[in-house]
């Protein structure tokens, strides 16, 4: 007998023994693929050249043998025929579809819906925290923000954008009990709709030429007494007088600059 793989089409030859030891299932020698033998097993090959063997049809009821070429003697008595039990009847008989049926509790899911929730809530904070500046800084996301903290009275962090600070005025004169020393005052305007650090300023001293004969940054709390006051920030239009004291660079001081960082 013949049979074919389907996989490689490699066409084997076995015996009753090689199907008798799995039913039929067989393993490729070729592709290594297990298949079912009996599905194309046949007698005799069909003309070469050819390329798969036809697919034996499935019975739907098992071919009954006639022909008996052997019968082991026995010595227990044959078993008398036993009558046919009558059809039994159905129709007092009740059921119920499928969906009607009670159906069995599976798993509770609520412990995993609660955990991803979390973590989407957690993963939310940690992306509005990152992103904490702009958000602020939004006009629409700021505002939600600022009256969420005014009702759980909390505290927004400061966003720096010296952009939106301007300057007003600004005025040098001798220092009135510091001899060598120059007073510097300015006066700033926060245009941001956002309280802002106070900035780090940048003095420059220039000569008639604008050549830079000094240069001093002097940071918050450098010019600021009340800590309270730095850890507050400047307010959202908010306007103030800044004052500063430096060194006299002397008569070829002629002008200066101030830049917020």
């Not at 046949?42 to 009954?64: G, K, V």
Request: negative net charge.
């Amino acid at each position: 007998m013949y049979t074919q793989c389907p996989e490689c089409l490699s066409v084997f030859s076995l015996d009753a023994r090689t199907l008798a030891q799995a039913h039929g299932y067989v393993m490729c020698g070729h592709c290594s693929a297990g298949f079912d033998s009996l599905a194309t097993l046949t007698e005799q090959l069909p003309p070469e050249p050819f390329r798969e063997l036809p697919p034996n049809e499935p019975a739907f009821e098992p071919p009954h043998l006639d022909l008996v070429v052997y019968r082991p003697r026995s010595t227990e008595p044959e078993p008398t025929a036993t009558p046919t039990p009558e059809p039994e009847d159905f129709a007092g008989l009740s059921f119920a579809p499928r969906f009607a049926q009670p159906r069995e509790a599976g798993p509770r899911r609520w412990p995993w819906i609660a955990v991803c929730v979390l973590l989407t809530l957690l993963l939310a904070a940690q992306l509005g925290w990152a992103c904490r500046d702009t958000l602020i800084a939004n006009p629409a996301t700021g505002n939600l923000l600022r009256q969420t903290c005014s009702v759980l009275h909390c505290r927004l962090p400061l966003v720096r954008d010296v952009h939106k600070l301007q300057l007003l005025a600004r005025d040098v004169q001798t220092h009135p009990s510091v001899p060598g020393a120059l007073l510097i005052s300015a006066t700033v305007r926060n245009n941001a709709a956002f309280a802002q650090p106070w900035p780090t300023v940048a003095i420059t001293l220039l000569d008639v030429n604008g050549k830079r004969l000094a240069m001093r940054r002097l940071r918050p709390y450098e010019y600021l007494g009340d800590r309270a006051e730095q850890q507050q920030g400047l307010a959202p239009g908010a306007t103030t007088a800044l004052v500063f004291e430096v060194d006299d660079p002397g008569q070829r001081a002629v002008t200066f600059s101030l830049d917020f960082e």
